[in-house]
């Protein structure tokens, strides 16, 4: 079993940028796809970006594409988020995940989750 812990959220301005970061713990996140899916007031959690396990494949949500990077340090058993061009409509609640299969997209289907950090883009 996989635990996950987010760090790296906070207040930025928009056109700011944040690097979010996703620390695993318990097993080797080599195993996994990972992935970051978000949350905002009031509406269903949605899928952001995701990494294959050896990182040669990536996948992002239309909202994020050019603005957000994912990558993984397996070595470090860590995936971040590089988050840039903030817009007040990015502000949420932004959660890892770890997935035994690629291509989750899904909430649903999600195998693990971390506890989530909190987004905020002021305008």
């Known amino acids: 079993q996989v635990q996950l812990v987010e760090s790296g959220g906070g207040l930025v301005q928009a056109g700011g940028s944040l690097r979010l970061s996703c620390a695993a713990s318990?097993?080797?996140?080599?195993?996994?796809?990972m992935g970051w899916f978000r949350q905002a007031p009031g509406k269903e959690r949605e899928f952001v970006a995701a990494i294959s396990m050896s990182g040669d494949m990536t996948h992002y949500a239309d909202s994020v594409k050019g603005r957000f990077t994912i990558s993984r340090d397996n070595a470090k058993n860590t995936v971040y988020l590089q988050m840039n061009s903030l817009k007040p409509e990015d502000t949420a609640v932004y959660y890892c995940?770890?997935?035994?299969?690629?291509?989750?997209?899904?909430?649903?289907?999600?195998?693990?989750w971390g506890q989530g950090t909190q987004v905020t883009v002021s305008s």
């Open positions: 318990g097993r080797t996140i080599s195993d996994y796809a």
């Open positions: 995940t770890a997935d035994l299969m690629w291509g989750t997209t899904q909430a649903m289907g999600v195998d693990h």
